[in-house]
Nanobody
Framework: QLQLVESGGGLVQPGGSLTLSCAAS????????IGWFRQAPGKEREGVAC????????DYADSVKGRFTSSRDNAKRTLYLQIHSLKPEGPAVYYC???????????????WGQGTQVTVSL
C-alpha cells in the first residue's frame, strides 16, 4: 500500500526554523519525484518545493526560494523539508506527495500524505 506520512510540524516563532519529514512506503522511492505543498485556511493549496527521484534536482516556489531546502534519503525512505526564516503567516498544513515520474514538476501528483500543521506565531 502506497503511503506517505509527514511529521515535524508544530508551533514556531517568526524567523525560526523547522524540519519536516515525509516517510514513504509501498513503492520504490527513487523512481519518483516528491513534492511539498502547503495550504492555509481559506486559501488554495500551493506547491513550495519538489525534488527529483535521485535527489539531484530541486525546484522551489519563488515565495520560498532561499528559505526552504528539500532533500531526500532514499535508503531511509524519507524526504525532508528544511524551512528557515519562517514568516508570521498563520497556520498552514504541509503535505508531501508522490509524482508518477522521476522528474520534478508542479502537477500530476497521485499519492498524498495526511499533512502536518505548521503555525508561525509569537
Amino acid at each position: 500500500q502506497l503511503q506517505l506520512v509527514e511529521s515535524g510540524g508544530g508551533l514556531v516563532q517568526p524567523g525560526g526554523s523547522l524540519t519536516l519529514s515525509c516517510a514513504a512506503s509501498g513503492f520504490t522511492l527513487g523512481y519518483y519525484a516528491i513534492g511539498w505543498f502547503r495550504q492555509a485556511p481559506g486559501k488554495e493549496r500551493e506547491g513550495v518545493a519538489c525534488i527529483n527521484g535521485s535527489g539531484g534536482g530541486t525546484d522551489y516556489a519563488d515565495s520560498v526560494k532561499g528559505r526552504f531546502t528539500s532533500s531526500r534519503d532514499n535508503a531511509k525512505r524519507t524526504l525532508y523539508l528544511q524551512i528557515h526564516s519562517l514568516k508570521p503567516e498563520g497556520p498552514a498544513v504541509y503535505y508531501c506527495a508522490k509524482r508518477p515520474a522521476p522528474l520534478p514538476g508542479w502537477g500530476s501528483y497521485d499519492c498524498w500524505g495526511q499533512g502536518t500543521q505548521v503555525t508561525v506565531s509569537l
